[in-house]
């Protein structure tokens, strides 16, 4: 698939269930081909969300839900004809607190790492933490092809 440019939409909810009619009218307005949001699960509340809650029509989902590392949550969706694959072993790899990891082809064998990742504030120490998981990714990328 030849992809020239990419719309992309990140946001950070608080709860990404109480504001589900919002992300619709951006999808419907906005037409994003990535959409990220960060702080997917509600503050101070031990309340699971149903992948199948996450839903959006012509997008795959990727989250860390249910997954060890998420406190918040995060999660991406990615246009279907994109053909996004999430690699669950880079959103392992401690980076960031949470993250999401995904990759697609753009044209031939170029391909694209899209990474979602939160940190709470404290990020200094974070961010050195995920330059070398993207460093790492990388390696294990170029290891692979």
């Not at 992309?8 to 990535?34: A, G, H, M, Q």
């Not at 249910?66 to 279907?80: S, T, Y």
């Not at 990742?117 to 170029?142: E, N, T, Y």
Request: charged share 25%; glycine share 4%.
């Amino acid at each position: 698939m030849s992809i020239k440019l990419l719309h992309c939409f990140y946001t950070n909810t608080d709860s990404v269930l109480n504001k589900r009619s919002e992300l619709l009218t951006v999808i419907e307005s906005e037409c994003p081909d990535i959409i990220c949001i960060t702080e997917t699960l509600p503050k101070n509340q031990g309340g699971r969300i149903d992948p199948a809650e996450l839903q959006f029509q012509d997008f795959d989902c990727f989250h860390n839900l249910g997954q060890k590392q998420c406190h918040r949550g995060v999660a991406m969706w990615v246009r279907k004809r994109l053909g996004a694959q999430q690699i669950k072993s880079l959103g392992e790899c401690q980076a960031a607190r949470e993250s999401v990891w995904c990759e697609f082809t753009l044209q031939d064998q170029d391909c694209l790492l899209w990474v979602l990742c939160f940190d709470p504030p404290i990020v200094q120490q974070r961010m050195m933490r995920l330059s070398m998981g993207c460093c790492h990714a990388c390696w294990k990328a170029d290891r692979i092809s």
